[in-house]
């Protein structure tokens, strides 16, 4: 199926406001795919976070876009694209990011047939974009947005973390008044920033700490699919070590070399987005959210959603 970029443009364009921080939500669905997307923005940063099921292969073609320099999480599913300008092949599966920088920008885009596709992207006005990214000592990338050229920052794209994560939903999360809203963005994305550039001088001279064999990339691959499932059961290193056949060193250095974070982190950051989404839709009681995740008390809980999330579950359910 094919279909043009204009009649998806309130889901998939980037945009920017002269005006406070705005929130939108838009939604399409056909018989071919389902897409929501969720838009944070103001003149300096724009944020998306869309999600979508496809029921048949889906091409997007004509996909135009303002100028903006962009650091894209994969959270689930893949596609590909072409976009105009960028040498080399943006595609990205879920766990991986990127960082690019788009100007007059034209893409196709490319989703499979899949189910539970989603990414977040954060996305900056290049000016700020240039400032951060001279503050983070990233000067080659800095030029090109400096001279309007479009570029990929890695040639392959990187494995996020769980901190970089984390720092994603506080952004999402931004609990502060208009007027230190723009001070809390600007750290939250030099961390990012920051991040990224330490994984990726990491990716270009350093060697990987684990060598993972084929078939153990497969076995971890199935251990990452089953914790998006089953996060919410209970679960123990153990019995994964018996369903997946792997001991408990390669299930510990693999699953990090391939995901950039340890089961138990990666289990902890999916429960805290669920409990985000709960507190957001539901307005769960921060004791009956504690017993669903397995925590021995709300104080547990709370403890560990505030490292995360960077403020309380009754906090973060006032936003």
Known sequence: ????????????????????????AHTRHTDAFQMQSNKQYDHLLSI????????????????????????H??????????????????????GQMNLFACFDAEATIDFPEQADYEYISINLNPDLALQLLADCDLGNVAEKVFQRQPTMGSVSPLRYRAEQMQILQQLLTNPFPDDLQHVFQRAKLTELFLWYRWQSEAANTSPKVARVSASDDDKLQAVKAYLNIHFLDKITVSALERQFLLNNFKLRTGFRALFGTTPYQYVLTLRMQYACERLRADKLDPTELATQLHYSSPGHFITAFKQVVGMTPSAYARL
């Open 48 to 71: 998306v976070n869309l999600r979508a099921d496809f029921g048949k292969p889906l091409s997007v073609v004509e996909v135009r876009d303002v100028d903006h320099v962009s650091l």
């Open 73 to 94: 999480f994969q959270l689930k599913g893949c596609s590909a694209a072409q976009i105009r300008g960028i040498e080399g092949d943006p595609s990205m599966r879920a």
């Open 1 to 24: 199926m094919i279909i043009k970029g204009d009649e998806l443009s309130d889901i998939l364009e980037r945009t920017f406001s002269e005006h406070e921080r705005t929130t939108r």
